[in-house]
């Protein structure tokens, strides 16, 4: 059975870095993209890039674009997410999760499952 | 990118209700549309993908159908365990999107 286990809390001042792992179980990660989705009051659940099969790197959601780093360690079967140059909207409780895919008769259909507990990163003075 | 609105934002139901949220999204986007429960403090739990597949160990009182660009999810005789915010999310195209969530709280 899958299972994704994330990082502790994280309390960061304004313009710092923060590196939040996700470790997996059950699998290895070369068989299973990982994806980052975080969650805040005002702006709900956003997608903010991840892995897909297949040779390449990650993709980002163009918000995070030149922020944000999403790498994998094989070895470890770890994947990371860092956020640079944070502000307050960052603060936020950031998710890993697994993208699946199902290739139908004429469509292809994805969806994340399972997530990780989450990690609330924190962003104050 | 494509947006994707919930309705209604939160919904107040009594146990063995029939409720029924909506997600439409700006643009088409076959059935590549995924309902999420979410209860307070823990991560979202995938409950349907592609418009109508149901999980695995989710309960038949849970369905969802579709059009392409508007979706439902429908929950039949409400259960204690089923008042949590419900997500929609798709999945067509990047970057994936969800909507705001629909807050199911008990009458």
């Known amino acids: 059975q899958l299972h994704l286990t994330q990082s502790g809390a994280e309390l960061k001042m304004p313009g710092a870095s923060v590196k939040v792992s996700c470790s997996l179980s059950?699998?290895?990660?070369?068989?299973?993209?990982i994806h980052w989705v975080r969650q805040t009051p005002g702006q709900g659940l956003e997608w903010m890039g991840g892995?897909?099969?297949?040779?390449?790197?990650?993709m980002y959601a163009r918000k995070f674009q030149g922020r944000v780093t999403m790498t994998e360690d094989t070895f470890e079967n770890t994947a990371y997410m860092e956020l640079s140059s944070l502000t307050s909207d960052d603060t936020a409780v950031y998710f890993c999760t697994i993208r699946r895919r199902w290739f139908g008769p004429s469509f292809e259909v994805r969806w994340f499952d399972p997530w990780g507990q989450g990690t609330q990163v924190t962003v104050s003075s | 990118d494509i947006q994707m609105t919930q309705s209604p934002s939160s919904l107040a139901a009594s146990l063995g209700d029939t409720v029924t949220i909506t997600c439409r999204a700006t643009?088409?986007?076959?059935?590549?549309l995924n309902w999420y429960q979410q209860k307070p403090g823990k991560a979202p739990s995938l409950l349907i993908h592609a418009e109508s597949i149901l999980e695995s160990g989710v309960p038949s009182r849970f369905s969802g159908s579709g059009s392409g660009t508007g979706f439902t999810l429908t929950i039949s005789s409400l259960q204690p365990e089923d008042f949590a915010t419900y997500y929609c999310q798709q999945t067509f195209s990047i970057p994936y999107s969800f909507g705001q969530g629909t807050r199911l709280e008990i009458k």
């Open positions: 892995f897909d099969s297949g040779p390449g790197g990650p």
């Open positions: 059950g699998n290895t990660l070369d068989q299973l993209p």
């Open positions: 643009q088409y986007i076959s059935r590549s």
